[in-house]
């Protein structure tokens, strides 16, 4: 959120992905949408459709479920690739077009998605041009036997948002992304990111590599963790522990290497080993 970018969580069912989200909007004030998709949901179900008024003869612009701050779209990948190009001008130029009309977003705008990886019948994986413009992909995974434990003792969940309190006011995060902005990195850094994106696009593995989005991605990431460790300047650690979330969803890798047991996240670890990390970044 601070680096105001959108999140695609994938991950298998009942692990607390809505909640999070919920409790997320809750927490910072921020008002929150849910869409789940399915394969008849179409465009106009997420950005909105005009409706004629008979009484004043006039086209109304009814907003659909975009116009919020905080947007779940839950299993994105069960709804075709033309409604999921209806978020890609929302997500990246933070507005929507209809009827030749240009709507601004309210800020902060944060898009959210699902996707299970493990079901594959009726889905539409998401296109390059889709994936590159979600900032991280994540995944919540399984939580450990301890917590799992808690979550059975409380067995009571309807009030569970409820005990979420709001920590701060949606404008606060704006001063936050603002100030994240300002955190500096310095130009070696800049040139090993350069450097890691470039070997993405030359490595035999790898069909498509990593764009000029991504790099800047992982810069904006890279700020945003030195913010919130309390740096003003961002350490090659930040670059490397954020480079697998920031860049995998948005490698292909060749075909080939699927038989020869090769994936995203190996390929990756190779390149950041042989890449020269540089020295002598830390305060200006």
Same mark, same amino acid.
């Given at each position: 959120?601070a680096?105001?970018?959108?999140?695609?969580? /994938? %991950?298998?069912p009942?692990?607390?992905k809505?909640?999070?989200?919920?409790?997320?909007?809750?927490?910072?004030?921020?008002s929150?949408?849910?869409?789940?998709?399915?394969p008849?949901?179409?465009?106009? %179900?997420?950005s909105?459709?005009?409706?004629?008024?008979?009484?004043?003869g006039?086209?109304?612009?009814?907003k659909g479920?975009?116009?919020?701050?905080?947007?779940? *779209?839950?299993?994105?990948? =069960?709804?075709?690739?033309?409604?999921?190009? *209806?978020?890609?001008?929302?997500?990246? !130029?933070?507005?929507v077009?209809?009827?030749?009309?240009?709507f601004?977003?309210? /800020?902060?705008?944060?898009?959210?998605?699902?996707? &299970?990886?493990? @079901?594959? !019948?009726?889905?539409?994986?998401?296109? !390059?041009s889709?994936?590159?413009?979600?900032t991280? =992909?994540? $995944?919540?995974?399984?939580?450990?036997?301890?917590?799992?434990?808690?979550i059975?003792k409380?067995?009571?969940?309807?009030?569970?948002?409820? =005990?979420?309190?709001?920590?701060?006011?949606?404008e606060?995060?704006g001063?936050?992304?603002? !100030?994240?902005?300002?955190?500096?990195?310095?130009n070696?850094?800049? @040139?090993y990111?350069?450097?890691?994106?470039?070997?993405?696009?030359?490595?035999e &593995?790898?069909?498509l590599g990593? $764009?000029?989005?991504?790099?800047?991605?992982?810069?904006q990431?890279? =700020?945003s963790? *030195?913010?919130?460790?309390?740096? %003003?300047?961002?350490?090659?650690d %930040?670059?490397?522990e954020?480079?697998a979330?920031?860049f995998?969803?948005?490698?292909?890798? &060749?075909?080939?290497v699927?038989f @020869?047991?090769?994936d995203?996240?190996?390929?990756?670890?190779?390149?950041?080993?042989?890449?020269?990390?540089?020295? &002598?970044?830390? @305060?200006?």
């Amino acid at each position: 959120m601070a680096a105001g970018g959108h999140v695609l969580f /994938e %991950d298998v069912p009942g692990v607390g992905k809505t909640t999070l989200v919920k409790a997320l909007a809750k927490a910072t004030g921020c008002s929150f949408k849910r869409i789940q998709c399915t394969p008849d949901l179409l465009p106009t %179900d997420i950005s909105g459709v005009s409706i004629y008024n008979h009484k004043t003869g006039e086209w109304i612009f009814q907003k659909g479920p975009v116009f919020t701050q905080v947007l779940l *779209a839950d299993e994105i990948n =069960r709804t075709s690739p033309k409604t999921q190009s *209806a978020l890609l001008e929302a997500m990246q !130029e933070k507005q929507v077009t209809a009827d030749g009309i240009t709507f601004t977003l309210e /800020e902060p705008f944060l898009v959210i998605a699902t996707q &299970n990886p493990r @079901e594959y !019948e009726g889905t539409f994986p998401l296109p !390059e041009s889709q994936l590159d413009r979600f900032t991280m =992909r994540l $995944s919540l995974g399984y939580p450990p036997p301890e917590s799992e434990i808690l979550i059975l003792k409380d067995i009571s969940r309807d009030d569970l948002l409820d =005990r979420v309190e709001q920590v701060m006011a949606p404008e606060e995060l704006g001063k936050i992304r603002e !100030e994240t902005g300002k955190v500096y990195i310095d130009n070696s850094l800049l @040139e090993y990111v350069t450097t890691l994106s470039t070997a993405t696009r030359e490595h035999e &593995n790898i069909a498509l590599g990593i $764009s000029p989005r991504g790099s800047l991605h992982l810069i904006q990431c890279a =700020r945003s963790r *030195a913010y919130m460790q309390g740096r %003003d300047f961002v350490l090659p650690d %930040d670059i490397q522990e954020l480079i697998a979330p920031v860049f995998g969803h948005r490698l292909i890798l &060749n075909q080939a290497v699927f038989f @020869e047991n090769i994936d995203v996240s190996s390929v990756l670890k190779e390149i950041v080993s042989r890449v020269q990390v540089p020295g &002598n970044v830390g @305060e200006r």
